[in-house]
């Protein structure tokens, strides 16, 4: 069955698909700084050393962070709503699925970690997605008060953690200096792990450093991701997300997009001004991309719904087929990523620059996205999706 006849048979649209993979190309050009330094400072710890590489890092940033993986998680909360009127439509109890899909996402998460990126969001996933589903009865205006609330409270802790920070640069400089030259001392040790150490060397210092980002970046990220997946509940329970020409969108793409834009171009220019990462001056940026990133996101949605609207051609519907395996395009994504950047593979960590990693990234999302496009061909799911739709209905009869 095409593409085309199993989503109309299935009563989906495709402007989610659309959506899915725009988010997943947008995140491994963020995330493969990550896979190249050391995610305290990443490009910096290389230098920005370019006319290319300062262009190519703004415009991530600017583009593309705090925005791909915000679409990502609403996405998130689409998927929870299909498959509860899924489960409605059939018959079946939705529960009890839904706790074995969050575990067999726990356990992805945990393996993606262990083999393969620093940066795993899939562990918090599961645990956002725990609390999401109490949130699965309520009406869509609550969602949507819900989901503005999370939202601004991710960037009121973002706003905290820079009145922190330039308090401690104010009142506390010596010891400040001496936390961030602490810090620095961990870099060679990091070049030497990524690029010299033993598959078991660099699996122990992931999870090293996943545990402190849990801890320092965590409880920052946890309320935004949890409020872009109350919003995508709330996009499916009103039909938008399944309906491109909804007027929302047209505000979205007049409004949202343009407010969203010019702040993230603001805020990447304050990044690219920095110097020191561990600075009230960075965390005034990052906080900065906060608040533009819910509008660009939306924007980002109004002009792919506008896409979605559009005539259907063959390079649309490729696109939107890679876009119903994402699990399996970001899990492979970060396969490819650490194969080329440690020691273990070809050994690049700390060795290109900020235009080099985001080419490579860019060819490996495409990559990616080909590759489970042209899978999904032949096959009703991606590999990734086979192994959660395995876990998920493990022991059921139907």
């Known amino acids: 069955m095409s593409y085309t006849a199993e989503s109309q048979a299935a009563g989906r649209h495709i402007l989610p698909d659309l ?13 493969v700084a990550y896979f190249a330094y050391p995610g305290e400072v990443t490009y910096h710890a290389g230098g920005l050393n370019t006319a290319l590489d300062d262009a190519a ?44 899909r969050l575990l067999g996402l726990l356990i992805l998460g945990i393996l993606h970690v262990t083999f393969a990126f620093v940066g795993d969001i899939l562990i918090i996933y599961a645990i956002m997605g725990a609390i999401l589903y109490a949130y699965k009865d309520k009406t869509v205006k609550s969602l949507v008060r819900w989901g503005i609330v999370l939202i601004s ?12 920070f330039r308090g401690w640069e104010t009142h506390a400089a010596d010891e400040m200096a001496l936390t961030i030259t602490q810090i620095e001392a961990n870099f060679p040790r990091y070049y030497d ?3 010299n150490g033993s598959f078991s060397d660099v699996m122990r210092q992931r ?10 970046a965590g409880p920052t990220q946890m309320p935004g991701i949890l409020g ?29 997009f343009p407010i969203g834009m010019v702040i993230s ?42 896409w979605a609207a559009g005539p259907d051609t063959a390079f649309k ?36 620059g900020a235009a080099g990693c985001i080419a490579i990234a860019l060819a490996t999302g495409i990559f990616t996205l080909t590759f489970v496009s042209l899978w999904r061909i032949k096959f009703a799911r991606g590999p990734f999706e086979y192994v959660l739709r395995g876990f998920t209905y493990w022991g059921d009869n139907r």
């Open 57 to 100: 890092y703004f415009g991530v940033n600017a583009l593309f962070l705090f925005k791909a993986y915000t679409l990502f998680s609403l996405m998130f909360g689409v998927g929870l709503a299909f498959q509860m009127q899924s489960a409605e439509r059939r018959g079946l109890k939705f529960g009890r699925r839904y706790t074995r």
């Open 193 to 195: 792990i990524y690029s």
């Open 153 to 164: 409270l991710q960037i009121l802790l973002g706003l905290l953690a820079v009145m922190f």
């Open 317 to 352: 519907t490729f696109i939107a087929r890679g876009g119903t395996a994402t699990l399996t395009a970001y899990l492979l994504q970060s396969i490819i990523l650490s194969f080329i950047f440690t020691g273990y593979g070809l050994g690049y960590y700390g060795d290109v």
């Open 228 to 256: 872009f997946f109350v919003l995508g509940l709330a996009t499916v329970k009103s039909g938008i997300i399944s309906d491109p020409s909804a007027a929302i969108w047209s505000k979205a793409r007049r409004y949202a």
């Open 265 to 306: 171009l603001y805020a990447a220019y304050l990044m690219f001004q920095v110097e020191q990462q561990f600075s009230s001056q960075s965390f005034f940026a990052m906080a900065i991309i906060l608040i533009g990133s819910p509008f660009a996101t939306f924007g980002y949605l109004g002009w792919l719904a506008k």
């Open 207 to 216: 999870w090293i450093e996943w545990v402190g980002y849990l801890i320092f």
């Open 19 to 31: 959506v899915r993979a725009f988010a997943v190309l947008g995140i491994v050009l963020v995330n």
